[in-house]
C-alpha cells in the first residue's frame, strides 16, 4: 500500500465519524469534573498529560504493537486479548475498552478490513465475547489490516484517544472548541517525542487518579459518559 | 521497626517460608524457616475471629530495604486453613543512593477452602528509594484472600525529593491461570503528577467474596480526605478498589476501614481489631 493510501484509511478510520463508540467515554473526566477535581483548560491538560497519555503509551501502546505483530495469526492475537484482558483492573475502563474494540471488530469486518474477520471469528469460537475484543488489540489488527506502518498505527490510536478526551472535555463545559484545538496543538510534539522511543516490555499502567475516577459511581449527578 | 529488612550491600538473596495447616479446627503454624532478617510472632488468635483463625505479625531485625536487598517470602495455607498476616509497621525503602535497587517477592499459597488476609503496612518509599515489589497469590477453588498493597512517598527533610523508580506487580492466579495482574514501572519524578498531589497510593483486592466491594467502597469514603475507586470483576468473583490518601495516617485509616468493611461481609461479623 502506498504512503498516501496509507494515510488516508487511518485518517478514516480514526475520524471522529467513525462508527467506534469512543464518543461515549470520558476516561475518567466527567467524576473529576463533577467532583471538582478538574475545573478548567489547564484542569484538562493536566489530567491529559499525566494520566492518559502516560496509560496510554504504557499499557495500549505494548498490546497495539504485539497485535500488528501477530495479525494474521488468530490464536496468537487471542493470547494476546486474554493478557489485555487480566491486567485491565478497572472494570469500567476494561469495559469501555471492549465495547470500542467490538465496535471496531464489526464495522472493520463488514468493510472487509483484512485480518479482522478471522479474529473475530477467533473470538467468538473461543467464547470471548464477554472478555474479548480489547481496543488495543484490535486497533493493531486493524493497523496491520490497512497496511499501517507501526508508527501510522501508534499515532493513530494516540490520536483517537486524545481527541476523544479532548471532545468529551468540550461537551463536559471544561473546555472550549477553540481551546480543545489549542490543547491539541500543544501537546503535539510531546505526543510526537514520545511515539519516538521504544515501547515499554511489559505492559502496565500507574494512572491511578484517572482510574479511580472512572470507576467512581456517580449518586448526585446523571452521568453523560460511561465512565 | 520494619515488616522486611535487609542485611546491606551485596546481599544474597534471603528466603523466608511460612506454612499453616488447620487440624481439629485450629489453624497451626507448620512450618518456619525465617532466617535474618525475617523474624515472625507468635501466632494469636482472637475472639470474633472465624473459627480457629490464627494472626501472625512479621517483623524484622533490620532497619529498612536496602540497595541490593534480594528478600522472598513465601506464605503457604494448606486446605482449610484461615490465616491474618500483618506486619508491626512500614517497610522503610531506603535512598539506594543512585546503586542497584532492592527486590522484595512474596509469593501466597493459598489452598482449596483457605483463608488468607495479607495485610502488610505500605511501604514508605524515602528519597532515592529504588524498589521491585511482587506479590503473587496463588489460590484454589473456595480459597478467599483478602490482599492489601500500597505505598507512600516520603522525603524525610521535606523537600519532596522524589524516590528513584517503583516497579510494582501485584498477580492472581486461579486452577485456571492468571486471572489479574496489576503492573506498573514508575519514576519517583512522576509520582506527584500521576497521584494528583496524593502522597499515598495502594489497593485492597477480594478474592472469593466480589460482593464485599460495596462495603468496602462505602469504608473508603468514610475517610477523610481519601479518593477511592471500586472494580468488579464477577466473572473472577474479585473486588478491587484502589485508592489515595494525603498523608499516612489517613491510610493507615482507609486500609484498615478496608479491611474491616471486607471482613465483616466474608464473615458474617467485625473482625477483632489487630493491635500494633
Known amino acids: ?227 | 521497626m520494619n515488616a522486611l529488612g535487609a542485611i546491606g550491600l551485596g546481599a544474597r538473596p534471603v528466603a523466608a517460608e511460612l506454612r499453616f495447616r488447620a487440624l481439629g479446627g485450629r489453624t497451626f503454624l507448620a512450618r518456619q524457616f525465617t532466617p535474618h532478617p525475617f523474624h515472625i510472632t507468635r501466632p494469636f488468635y482472637h475472639a470474633g475471629d472465624p473459627q480457629g483463625m490464627a494472626t501472625l505479625y512479621l517483623q524484622s531485625s533490620s532497619g529498612g530495604v536496602y540497595s541490593g536487598d534480594d528478600l522472598s517470602l513465601e506464605i503457604g495455607l494448606d486446605a482449610g486453613a484461615q490465616v491474618h498476616v500483618t506486619t508491626q509497621a512500614s517497610t522503610i525503602v531506603h535512598d539506594a543512593r543512585g546503586r542497584e535497587g532492592a527486590r522484595q517477592t512474596v509469593c501466597l499459597d493459598v489452598a482449596e477452602g483457605a483463608r488468607l488476609d495479607y495485610l502488610p503496612d505500605p511501604a514508605i518509599l524515602m528519597t532515592g528509594a529504588n524498589f521491585c515489589n511482587r506479590v503473587t497469590a496463588r489460590f484454589g477453588r473456595e480459597a478467599r484472600v483478602i490482599l492489601g498493597d500500597a505505598q507512600l512517598s516520603h522525603d524525610p527533610e521535606g523537600h519532596a525529593r522524589p524516590f528513584s523508580r517503583l516497579e510494582n506487580e501485584v498477580e492472581l492466579i486461579s486452577p485456571e491461570g492468571t486471572v489479574l495482574l496489576d503492573r506498573f514501572d514508575l519514576c519517583g519524578s512522576d509520582w506527584p503528577a500521576r497521584t494528583g498531589g496524593f502522597a499515598c497510593s495502594g489497593m485492597m483486592i477480594v478474592v472469593g467474596c466480589a460482593d464485599a466491594g460495596a462495603q468496602m467502597q462505602r469504608a473508603a469514603d468514610t475517610v477523610p480526605g481519601v479518593y477511592a475507586g471500586l472494580s468488579v470483576f464477577s466473572d473472577r468473583d474479585i473486588a478491587l478498589i484502589r485508592f489515595l490518601a494525603p498523608d499516612g495516617a489517613a491510610l493507615s485509616k482507609v486500609m484498615a476501614a478496608l479491611w474491616r468493611a471486607a471482613a465483616t461481609v466474608l464473615d458474617g461479623q467485625p473482625p477483632a481489631e489487630r493491635r500494633k
Open chain 1, 1 to 227: 500500500m502506498t504512503d498516501a493510501l496509507s494515510l488516508l484509511r487511518m485518517l478514516q478510520t480514526t475520524d471522529s465519524a467513525f462508527p467506534s463508540g469512543a464518543f461515549a467515554f470520558s476516561s475518567g473526566l466527567e467524576s473529576l469534573t463533577n467532583e471538582g477535581k478538574v475545573r478548567d483548560a489547564t484542569g484538562v491538560h493536566g489530567i491529559l498529560t499525566h494520566q492518559i497519555i502516560p496509560r496510554w503509551f504504557s499499557f495500549d501502546r505494548p498490546f497495539l504493537l504485539c497485535a500488528m505483530d501477530a495479525a494474521n495469526d488468530p490464536q496468537q492475537l487471542l493470547e494476546i486479548d486474554a493478557r489485555c484482558h487480566v491486567q485491565n483492573t478497572s472494570d469500567r475502563l476494561a469495559d469501555a475498552s471492549r465495547r470500542i474494540g467490538r465496535s471496531l471488530l464489526s464495522v472493520h469486518s463488514r468493510i472487509g478490513t483484512p485480518f479482522v474477520a478471522s479474529f473475530n471469528a477467533a473470538i467468538a469460537q473461543a467464547m470471548r465475547g464477554h472478555a474479548g475484543g480489547y481496543e488495543p488489540v484490535v486497533q493493531g489488527v486493524v493497523a496491520a489490516g490497512l497496511g499501517l506502518s507501526p508508527l501510522q498505527g501508534q499515532a493513530g490510536a494516540l490520536n483517537g484517544v486524545v481527541t476523544a478526551f479532548t471532545s468529551a472535555a468540550v461537551r463536559l463545559g471544561t473546555l472550549g472548541a477553540i481551546e480543545a484545538q489549542s490543547l491539541l496543538a500543544q501537546i503535539a510534539p510531546t505526543m510526537a517525542k514520545e511515539l519516538s522511543t521504544p515501547c515499554h516490555e511489559k505492559p502496565g499502567s500507574f494512572s491511578p487518579l484517572s482510574e479511580i475516577a472512572a470507576v467512581r459511581r456517580s449518586t448526585a449527578h446523571a452521568s453523560l459518559f460511561a465512565t
